[in-house]
């Protein structure tokens, strides 16, 4: 098929917001426990962390991590995880119906995220919590000295604070699975409270109100609007989620879950205006995006274990086993949210280690990258700077959730510093390699300086612990800059990173 695109220099989305391509990690199934923390594994350090899986983390560049919840924050009590780990309690973790052992807590997970040069975005419980639980948890993590709390943290050896700026209000406390669920408008009074308490102490603290746990939520959009008018002058962000999957096999509506996060977004972007407009606000309010994977492999099997299974400690709980098809589907997803990035300045995969996660640590063995670990990582690494805009003219499909989707997903961002032009480009035909040409404005295209692409593999493949590289990006071939036009021949369901020195 024939594509054409253009791309114009001073046609600025946004500036990129680096936490784009944050995570998230959850005390639950074997994210924590043998997944980064596992003492007495080959790979572990003198504090129990595995440095197999803090290669395979730092080599992402993650920027923010949420922590620690998930489901498991609403029924979570902090001060569990403090203090000398031999004198913790075990707890029953409602959310997931396993055993919370608590050997990792704020300051362990904290040591964790230093060492990964990640920033720490914290969850605190709205669900059976308080107000006063969550500004007890911010003096004992953010304040230096000389109160309370702040010398409980010092005296269990950890003298300086962490300055912690991201605080998440609460998770999912739309869903009727969450514990402590509340309706909108009683949710939006809590959080507001609490975004307040937290700001008294430091004004600098952004803070991130629940949105829907998804689009298909009975209570979506309605949810936002309810939620905001009782709290947007006290909130930075709202947060959305969304998790994917193809149970039908059918990979063009898969990949057409793309556009329809594209409107999921700019719906919630339409409310956060309505709101502000009628409440007169002056401040802002963006999207994080603080949950987002492809779920559903083991996602029915998982939910009948859990029903049945007697508070195990660490169990084998979401493990899913991505494939090519979900590497495609991720590397389109994140161009949507490049596209999106006037309203979304945050977003988590979620999550990162063994739980929906793009490294799976086998308890006792190796680390490997899953499939979905490439197009992850290379939209972090050259999706920074300047998103910009690309008008695409390539033949279109309609399917279940969308209509008029283009064969071809282009994102582009600028990275100013490094005068260097990357695309991202998903080409979602079947059978069809794309001849694309695309005109460069307002550059000097020089030439191209890295082209990595993802293709020729069965849509089923996957990697695994005896296989980790079976799937990985490899060099690309048939692009060239030539008069200022990137010319380039995608084969059918291929996702390439194209990166073009320009001045
Ligand atoms: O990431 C797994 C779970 O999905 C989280 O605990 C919850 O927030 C969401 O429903």
Redesign the pocket.
Known sequence: MKARAAIHRDFRIARIDDRLYGA?I?H?GRAIYSGIYEPGHPQADAAGFRQDVMRFVRDLAVPAIRYP????VSAYDWKDGIGPQAERPVRLDL?WRSKETNQVGINEFAAWAEAAEIEMMLAVNLGTGTLQDAREFLEYVNHPGGTAWSDLRRAHGFEAPYGVKMWCLG??MD?PWQIGHREAKDYGRVANETSKALKAYDPAIETIVCGS?HDEMPTYPDWEREVLEECYEKVDYISL?KYFGNNSRDTLNYFGKIEQTGRYIQTIGGVIDFVKAKKRATNDVHICFD?WNVWYHQRADDKARVKEWDWPEAPAL?EETYNFEDALFVGGLLNEFIRCSDRVRIACI??LVN??APIRAERGGPAWRQTIYWPYQMASLYGRGNALGVSVDAPTYNCRVADDVSYLDIAATLDTAEEVLTLFVLNRHPTEAAELDTGLTGFAAERIVFHRVLEGHDLRATNSAEQPDRIVPVEGHGAAVEDGRLRARLGSLSYHVIRIRVT
């Open positions: 998230f959850e639950m919840g998930g489901n498991f959310a998770n999912e869903g746990s989620h949950e979401l979620a999550q739980v929906i």
